[in-house]
């Protein structure tokens, strides 16, 4: 090229480049009445019509306002901005929403590049209006089944979803009573969520924070996420997951902090997670692999966790990591775990660590570095049981140790700590270590120590 044609190239794309993040559609400007009780549906929409047919910039929702809606569906480009104090609330009828019941959420962006959401407010799924019989033990939700889309209670509409999209960004911004999964992204490639904080209903199923499907190299930092249901969790239902990082998040949950599957038809690849607190979660750091795909390259690094027990109708016994190949049918492929690092990590837990693959389809290569696990019971809850679920052998009468482990090849242990909280183990049957030796070869221990503490 000419240096007189890239000259006018570049002076072409400067202006655009420069106006697109100042360029501001304000929602209020096409008509949004931003009351909370009439549909700002349209008016959001052509604002973002707008915005995408300018080249990009922001949507602005200003404060103060609620701004109820059906489905908005993003552009390339175009960043949805919700100022503090302002709230999108998603519509809770059923005809708010795409026919196809993959497309159901508050705010979608399918094909885009550069989409994003944040602002400092809110997104707002009104969960509650989704609850039909509430419990402490696990709610009864509307289920939009009549559709013939999906089964029992997983029919509900999602609150955030990037399909099929490039240069996600979703930062500053609550998201809040999701009425099924919160924040979705499927089949992206270089997406950044930071700084974002999740509230679900603690009692609410299928509650989940930050589900990362068939996506590569993200990073998801700085979040909180206070949900029922599983918190982060990467699956490979249609596709790999490579380069995955999360770091600096705090964590809450009545299902699993972190967990990967168990939708896991392709390949994990590259995962780290660092710097972690988990609170009073049901299950700290768990693999379901159950359909083929294998994990390889994780490291959980500078983890602090709290497992406790809730209730039986949710999977988990308060396993600080959960670790499983269980296979979802008995005929099912089966993928393999390997080279999974576990460094200053610290627990307590009301119940071990399980670790167990299966037949065909051993853990490989675990290693466990500088990790303090306390065993310490505080709930009424019984012991005595391996919670497999979901699938496998479900629930099995069992003794409780400080790790259980099956069909494993390559444990590595060095420099742990099992401490074991005598006077608060409630009848519980403390085995430092639990397993059948024809299951298991090449372990090795370098400094255990397996100490009674107050
Ligand atoms: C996204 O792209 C795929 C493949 O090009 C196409 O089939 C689909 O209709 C597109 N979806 C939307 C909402 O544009
Ligand atoms: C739809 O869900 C309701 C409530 O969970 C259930 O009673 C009903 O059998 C389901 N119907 C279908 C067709 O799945
Ligand atoms: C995080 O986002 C919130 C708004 O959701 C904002 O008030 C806060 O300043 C942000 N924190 C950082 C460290 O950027
Ligand atoms: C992620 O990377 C893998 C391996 O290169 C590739 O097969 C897959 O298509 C990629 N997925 C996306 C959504 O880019
Ligand atoms: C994962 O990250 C590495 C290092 O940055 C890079 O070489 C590789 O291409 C990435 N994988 C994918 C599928 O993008
Ligand atoms: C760890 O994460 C917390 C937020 O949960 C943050 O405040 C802290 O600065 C992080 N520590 C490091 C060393 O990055
Ligand atoms: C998982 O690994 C096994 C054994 O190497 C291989 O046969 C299988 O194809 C792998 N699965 C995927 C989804 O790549
Ligand atoms: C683990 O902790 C030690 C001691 O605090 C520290 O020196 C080391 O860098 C940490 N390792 C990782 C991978 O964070
Ligand atoms: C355990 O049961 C006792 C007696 O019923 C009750 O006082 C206590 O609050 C229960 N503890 C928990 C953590 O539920």
Redesign the pocket.
């Known amino acids: 090229m000419a240096a007189s044609h890239l000259l006018l190239l570049l002076l072409l794309l400067a202006p655009v480049a420069d106006s697109a993040a100042t360029r501001v559609f304000s929602v209020t400007d096409y008509g949004a009445a931003g009351d909370g009780s009439s549909y700002d549906t349209a008016a959001i929409q052509a604002a973002v019509n707008a915005c995408g047919e300018a080249g990009g910039g922001r949507v602005l929702l200003p404060a103060p306002g609620d701004y109820l809606t059906a489905t908005v569906h993003l552009r390339s480009r175009v960043v949805l901005e919700v100022a503090p104090g302002a709230r999108l609330l998603g519509g809770t009828r059923q005809r708010d929403y795409p026919a196809e019941r993959r497309r159901w959420y508050v705010v979608l962006a399918e094909n885009t590049t550069g989409a994003g959401v944040t602002g400092g407010g809110e997104i707002n799924g009104q969960g509650g209006a989704f609850v039909v019989r509430p419990s402490d033990q696990k709610n009864v939700m509307v289920?939009w089944?009549?559709t013939g889309h999906c089964?029992?209670?997983e029919c509900r509409p999602r609150l955030v979803g990037f399909v099929d999209s490039e240069d996600v960004t979703v930062h500053d911004i609550t998201l809040n009573q999701p009425a099924y999964w919160c924040l979705h992204l499927v089949r992206c490639d270089h997406s950044v969520i930071r700084n974002v904080s999740i509230y679900g209903d603690f009692d609410t199923p299928n509650n989940d924070g930050i589900d990362i499907e068939g996506s590569n190299n993200t990073i998801i930092t700085g979040c909180s996420i206070d949900t029922g249901d599983d918190a982060i969790c990467p699956k490979s239902l249609t596709g790999p997951v490579h380069n995955l990082t999360v770091t600096n998040c705090r964590i809450r949950t009545k299902s699993s902090a972190i967990k990967f599957g168990s939708a896991s038809s392709f390949n994990f690849e590259r995962l780290l997670f660092d710097n972690i607190t988990i609170v009073d979660s049901h299950r700290g750091l768990g693999m379901q692999i159950r359909d083929g795909g294998n994990v390889s390259n994780v490291v959980f690094s500078n983890i602090k966790m709290r497992t406790r027990y809730y209730h039986p109708s949710w999977w988990g016994r308060a396993e600080p990591i959960y670790i499983t190949t269980c296979p979802r049918y008995p005929g099912s492929k089966e993928g393999t775990i390997s080279d999974v690092f576990f460094i200053n990590i610290s627990s307590v837990s009301e119940n071990g660590v399980f670790l167990a693959g299966s037949r065909h389809s051993l853990l490989r290569n675990l290693k466990f570095k500088n990790v303090d696990l306390t065993y310490r019971r505080w709930t009424n809850y019984t012991g005595g049981l391996y919670d497999y679920r979901p699938g496998c052998q479900e629930l099995v009468k069992h003794k409780t140790g400080g790790m259980m482990l099956e069909q494993i090849s390559g444990l590595e242990i060095d420099n742990v700590r099992m401490r074991w909280s005598r006077g608060e183990l409630k009848g519980w049957d403390v085995n430092p270590l639990l397993f059948r030796p024809s299951t298991i070869d090449r372990l090795s221990f370098h400094d255990w120590q397996s100490l009674n503490v107050q």
């Open positions: 289920s089944n009549a089964r029992g209670d």
